[in-house]
Each structure stands twice: as structure tokens, then as C-alpha cells.
């Protein structure tokens, strides 16, 4: 797996907890496969990095009807968070927080969890970015 | 292959995806080169996710054998 890969990068808008099991999913697996993956934290998803909340109900999709609520709660998959922390144990992950949402919320980077690795500008994440997909959640 | 020597098992038996491929791969990386690991898992997932991973991490995927409810994959620490 030394060839270098085309990154992988995640901009997750949304903070609900489906969607970021989703994203954490799509780290896990491009990790594994030797990608590197960056993800870059907005608005709502940035708020379930904060320290406090992360192991908090951020609730689901607004599209979850009441039995695919209850199917998704009754899954007993690791939370998000676990995923993450395995994506980065396996392969090259780098968590950023977006510099506007940090302002936006007037919080710093103490802040968040110890998963995020940093807090970017959008320019800087787009040059991480290179020639690799970005897939905005 | 039943009489392959299995240096280390995991049993991942109901574990979502990617749950037994992330077993694996830690089991990898903590073993040595040479030694046969054998997952045990019921996630269908695994039947795509783990040819395709130790292919591209270039180990060895010495068999897959379908039990009853789950899969056997049995891989070769290549490097």
C-alpha cells in the first residue's frame, strides 16, 4: 500500500447520528484501503465534536420514518465516534474543524474532542483535497 | 485446508460491517509475517471487504469457506 492514493475528502454539514455513522463508515474503509482521508467539520457536524456532546443523541435524518428510526437505534454497530477512532488507528486521517463554523458557535479548539486534529480554512482544506473527490454530507 | 495451521482465530460472529475486516486488519499488524489468521464472520460485507483489502495490502487470501450462517476466511501475513 505505498503507491500513493487519491485522498478522500469528507465535508460533514450534517450532525445527525446516522449520517455521521455514514461518514465514519466511508473514513474507515478508505483508510483501510490506504487512502488518505481528510474530513473537514461544519455547522451541525462540527457541533457533535464538541468534547461534551459527543457521546450525546444527535438524533437522525429528517427522511427516517418512525420504523427505520427504531431499526437504526436497534443496530448494535459501534458509534461514530469508535469508527473514526479506528479509521485513524489504520490509515492517514486528518479531522479538521471549519475555521467559520468555530466562529459561528464561539468556541475554540479546546473545545472539541481530541479526534479533531485541527482547525482549517476552507482554502487550506481544498488544497488538501488535491485531485480527490470531495463528498459533502 | 482444514488441516491448515491457524496461528490466531477471531470469531466475529455477529459484527456489522466493517467490523471483522477491522479485526482482521488489527490482528495483522499485531501478528507476524507468515502466520495464518483465520475470521469467522456472519456480515455479508465481509465477503467483498476482506478479498478486496488483503489483496490490495498484498497478503495472502488462502481460503473462504462458506459454513453454516457465517464465513470462514482464513489469510496469509504476506509482508
Redesign the interface.
Known amino acids: 500500500?505505498n503507491e500513493q492514493e487519491r485522498p478522500l475528502s469528507l465535508v460533514l454539514f450534517s450532525g445527525t447520528d446516522d449520517k455521521l455513522t455514514a461518514a465514519a463508515?466511508l473514513a474507515?474503509?478508505a483508510a483501510?484501503?490506504?487512502r488518505p482521508v481528510h474530513v473537514f467539520l461544519q455547522y451541525y457536524a462540527l457541533d457533535a465534536f464538541r468534547a461534551s456532546r459527543v457521546c450525546a443523541d444527535h438524533g437522525l435524518a429528517p427522511e427516517a420514518t418512525a420504523a427505520q428510526a427504531a431499526a437504526v437505534r436497534g443496530?448494535?454497530?459501534?458509534h461514530w465516534s469508535e469508527?473514526l477512532g479506528?479509521a485513524k488507528?489504520?490509515g492517514d486521517v486528518d479531522v479538521q474543524a471549519c475555521a467559520l463554523s468555530m466562529e459561528v458557535y464561539g468556541i475554540g479548539r479546546e473545545d472539541l474532542d481530541p479526534l479533531v486534529d485541527g482547525v482549517q480554512g476552507v482554502a487550506a482544506f481544498m488544497a488538501s483535497a488535491t485531485d480527490g473527490q470531495v463528498v459533502f454530507m | 485446508m482444514s488441516t491448515m495451521q491457524v496461528d490466531r482465530s477471531i470469531d466475529a460472529r455477529?459484527m456489522?460491517?466493517?467490523?471483522p475486516?477491522?479485526n482482521l486488519?488489527?490482528a495483522i499488524?499485531q501478528g507476524q509475517v507468515g502466520q495464518v489468521f483465520e475470521v469467522l464472520s456472519s456480515d455479508e460485507g465481509s465477503k467483498t471487504?476482506i478479498p478486496?483489502?488483503v489483496a490490495?495490502?498484498?497478503h495472502e487470501l488462502v481460503g473462504v469457506v462458506d459454513e453454516d450462517g457465517y464465513a470462514r476466511f482464513v489469510v496469509r501475513r504476506a509482508r
Open positions: 500500500m463508515v474507515v474503509g483501510a484501503m490506504g443496530h448494535p454497530g459501534q469508527l479506528q488507528d489504520v | 455477529g456489522p460491517c466493517p467490523g475486516l477491522m486488519i488489527g499488524r471487504d478486496a483489502w490490495k495490502a498484498k
